[in-house]
């Protein structure tokens, strides 16, 4: 492991012992749950999401809220999106990103700005 921290790191542990992270969901920072030197520490169920995938949830939440379309049919997908990110980092991510990629695709109009995130967002799976 290196030993530079990064420029954000969520839980930092240095030295000592007995320490643990344990439930936590952490998103936006450059690493999470970074020990060093430990002796007995421990980091059990964590869902990290990098800066850069926050990221682009944000750019495809906004693309989804500024698209032309019924307030039903925004909310659906708005729906989709919230529930891929919540499930990103699970074993039930793969499901959930096929189902987004398949609403999204029924609107031509969001492939354009969508489209191009839709590597990125495949990558995010458990």
């Known amino acids: 492991m290196s030993t ?5 790191v969520a839980i930092y542990m240095e030295g000592g012992s007995g320490n643990t992270a344990t439930g ?7 690493a999470g749950v970074m020990m060093v030197n430990e002796t007995g520490s421990s980091a059990n169920n964590n869902r990290i999401l ?10 495809a939440e906004a693309a989804i809220a500024a698209a032309e379309m019924a307030e039903l049919e925004r909310d659906r997908l708005a ?3 919230a529930n891929l990110k919540a499930e990103s980092g699970r074993p039930g991510y793969a499901k959930k ?9 029924a609107h031509v109009g969001l492939l354009p700005v969508l489209g191009p995130l839709f590597d990125i967002l495949g990558q995010l799976g458990g």
């Open 4 to 8: 530079t921290k990064p420029q954000t």
């Open 24 to 30: 936590n969901d952490i998103q936006g920072f450059d």
């Open 50 to 59: 990098s800066a850069e995938a926050v990221q682009v949830f944000a750019q």
């Open 79 to 81: 729906s989709l999106l």
């Open 97 to 105: 990103y096929m189902g987004f990629v398949s609403a999204v695709s």
